[in-house]
């Protein structure tokens, strides 16, 4: 009876990592490939965090027919009871919680996740302060969860990638920003970078901003040459999408960026990935 049970659990779990990966299959072609080329020993856990992070995301920013704050907190009890109980009958959850707790995942990270979220319950612009706070629980401490993730219990190791996961995480999510900029401010009315409350997007904030960027990606850079081998080509992967990116958003005015999403095409993913396999190969990386 017990071995039965034991395999329904296993079965119930490998059903849950993979709605994780159709929930990042689904949302991000770039992070989805670059999980793909992690080891296998790392690429549901990360998708489980991605999965989690997700969910939240489309909380705060999609479900604007429904009581956002309800679902947020809901969320977060039932992401609570997961961890807790070591099973949630809601698959994301579930096989986030199988991560959290099989790589010990500080809480302390997952709860300032969660207060960023419902930031953006009431925020609509904000200050250096409230923006410092905000980037830590909505990007920085998902680049330690996964960091946790990669080092596998070495806490040294961890100790010593810290600074870069968290430089990586934030540059990524200032480059969201800048990518989506024209949703955020249209249709949910909110901007994140506190120069816009000064004067507005132009091309000397737009400049200032992306200055921030070049200093973390330089500083992120680094870290991920330092990863273990198991999780450096798919981390270095989504580093160059996200540097490309970062790239034609630089090449245009400030009312071009205001104006529409930049984006990379498929082509563009598939030269990167080629280019940074024969890097991989060569170990360059």
């Not at 992690?38 to 489980?48: A, V």
């Not at 990270?109 to 980037?135: C, G, Q, V």
């Not at 993730?149 to 999510?173: H, I, P, T, W």
Request: include cysteine.
């Amino acid at each position: 009876m017990y071995s039965n049970e034991a395999q329904m659990k296993e079965l119930f779990d490998q059903v849950s990592y993979e709605c994780s990966k159709a929930v990042i299959s689904k949302y991000s072609t770039s992070f989805s490939l670059g999980v793909r080329l992690l080891h296998k020993d790392f690429i549901n856990p990360i998708r489980s965090i991605y999965g989690f992070v997700r969910l939240a995301d489309e909380i705060v920013d999609s479900f604007h027919d429904y009581d956002k704050k309800e679902l947020l907190e809901g969320f977060v009890r039932d992401t609570e009871s997961a961890i807790k109980n070591g099973i949630s009958l809601n698959p994301i959850l579930n096989s986030f919680q199988q991560t959290v707790n099989k790589y010990d995942i500080d809480r302390e990270l997952i709860d300032a996740f969660n207060r960023s979220m419902a930031m953006d319950l009431e925020k609509t612009n904000y200050k250096r302060d409230e923006f410092t706070d905000y980037l830590y629980g909505s990007s920085e401490v998902v680049g330690l969860m996964c960091l946790k993730v990669f080092c596998e219990g070495n806490r040294e190791l961890y100790g010593s990638l810290k600074d870069s996961a968290m430089k990586l995480g934030s540059a990524f999510q200032k480059v969201n920003f800048m990518r989506d900029f024209k949703h955020d401010f249209q249709y949910l009315g909110r901007y994140y970078f506190p120069e816009l409350s000064d004067a507005g997007f132009n091309e000397k904030t737009k400049r200032n901003i992306e200055e921030s960027i070049e200093r973390e990606f330089e500083e992120g850079y680094a870290g991920v040459m330092k990863l273990p081998k198991k999780a450096r080509f798919g981390v270095y992967l989504v580093y160059i999408y996200y540097q490309r990116l970062f790239n034609k958003i630089k090449g245009l005015p400030a009312e071009n960026v205001l104006q529409s999403r930049v984006r990379i095409s498929n082509w563009q993913k598939f030269f990167l990935l080629a280019r940074s396999y024969v890097r991989h190969s060569l170990n360059l990386i």
